[in-house]
C-alpha cells in the first residue's frame, strides 16, 4: 500500500501565495503519476494538478491555470503545489494521490490538509 502524506496548509488571506507538498513511500513502482484533487463540502472532489514523469505531461484544472504550479521529484517519489493569487474559492481541503498514469484511476490517497483562503 502506497503511503502519501501531506503538509503545508493553513489560512492565507485573498492574494497570498501557499506551498503543498506530498510525499509517498511504500510501493510506488510503476506509479508514474501523482497529482492533488480538493474537495470542499457538497461538492465533487475534483482534479486540480496533476504531473506524470513517464509522459512528461502536466494538467491544470481551467481555474488554478497561471497561479498554481505543480513539479515534483520522481526519484524521491515527492510532489510540490505552488499555489500563488490565491482565492476565497481555493479553500477547500487538497489531497495528494497517485496513479499508474494519467488517465488512469487514482488509487493511492492522501489524509488530505486543509487550505484556507479569507478574503
Known amino acids: 500500500q502506497v503511503h502519501l502524506v501531506e503538509s503545508g496548509g493553513g489560512l492565507v488571506q485573498a492574494g497570498d501565495s501557499l506551498r503543498v507538498s506530498c510525499a509517498a513511500s511504500?510501493?510506488?513502482?510503476?506509479?508514474?503519476?501523482m497529482g492533488w484533487f480538493r474537495q470542499t463540502p457538497g461538492k465533487e472532489r475534483e482534479l486540480v494538478a496533476a504531473?506524470?514523469?513517464?509522459?512528461?505531461?502536466?494538467y491544470y484544472l481551467d481555474s488554478v491555470k497561471g497561479r498554481f504550479t505543480i513539479s515534483g521529484d520522481s526519484a524521491k517519489n515527492t510532489i510540490l503545489l505552488q499555489m500563488n493569487s490565491l482565492k476565497p474559492e481555493d479553500t477547500a481541503v487538497y489531497y495528494c494521490?497517485?496513479?499508474?498514469?494519467?488517465?488512469?484511476?487514482?488509487?493511492?490517497w492522501g489524509q488530505g490538509i486543509q487550505v484556507t483562503v479569507s478574503s
Open positions: 511504500g510501493p510506488t513502482f510503476g506509479h508514474s503519476a
Open positions: 504531473i506524470d514523469w513517464h509522459h512528461g505531461i502536466t
Open positions: 494521490a497517485t496513479s499508474k498514469e494519467l488517465g488512469r484511476p487514482f488509487s493511492s
